[in-house]
């Protein structure tokens, strides 16, 4: 089947916390489809229903892109080896539907989707040098907020909550729809 005829990019923000996101790519803007958060049962990470969604979205499915993410210094081995074994959930439940799947590191997908959006920054208190003396603080960029405002920017009306009756909208979400973005850039030669 030719690419014209695939039209749907996912994008997944690997973790507990992560999600789903299928995208449109005929409108010149991308357009978000469908969201989800990773299905679980209890507080594990259900691959059974995973392969589900995903084998009933199959459909024009052009391509699946994932993000690239490696351990987080200072967390536990528990933690580690679960968030591993979700990016490798994803990545064969990808290779099974034979969709091809792309790894993209983070800085990667954040250079294209982060595009002409200013970096929303905040202070990071640093420790007195050894003369005892205070540091000043230094700016650090915040990815979630700086994501958020990108997300914002591409799709000003669509709604990142995860249910209708959450507050906040969905960091995972967000990230999700930012990295099939990327997916969908990639995909175009963009």
């Given at each position: 089947m030719s690419i014209e005829k695939k039209y749907l990019v996912w994008g997944s923000d690997p973790g507990k916390k992560g999600a789903l996101v299928q995208l449109d790519t005929r409108p010149l803007v991308p357009e978000i489809v469908a969201q989800f958060k990773f299905p679980l049962v209890?507080?594990?990470?259900?691959?059974?229903?995973?392969?589900?969604?995903?084998?009933?979205?199959?459909?024009?499915?052009a391509s699946f892109t994932l993000e690239e993410v490696h351990a987080i210094h200072g967390t536990n081995a528990k933690s580690t080896f679960e968030f591993g074994g979700t990016l490798f959930a994803l990545r064969t439940a990808?290779?099974?539907?034979?969709?091809?799947?792309?790894?993209?590191?983070?800085?990667?997908?954040?250079?294209?989707?982060?595009?002409?959006v200013p970096r929303v920054t905040v202070s990071v208190p640093t420790k007195a040098g050894k003369t005892g003396k205070p540091v000043p603080a230094r700016m650090k960029v915040d990815p979630k907020a700086t994501s958020l405002m990108a997300a914002r920017a591409i799709w000003p009306s669509h709604d990142f909550r995860r249910t209708e009756k959450c507050a906040r909208m969905d960091e995972g979400i967000i990230d999700a729809a930012l990295i099939g973005y990327y997916g969908v850039m990639r995909l175009r030669g963009n």
């Open positions: 209890g507080r594990c990470y259900d691959p059974h229903a995973l392969f589900d969604l995903l084998s009933t979205r199959l459909e024009n499915t990808a290779a099974f539907l034979h969709i091809p799947c792309h790894m993209v590191q983070p800085k990667a997908w954040q250079a294209v989707a982060w595009a002409g």
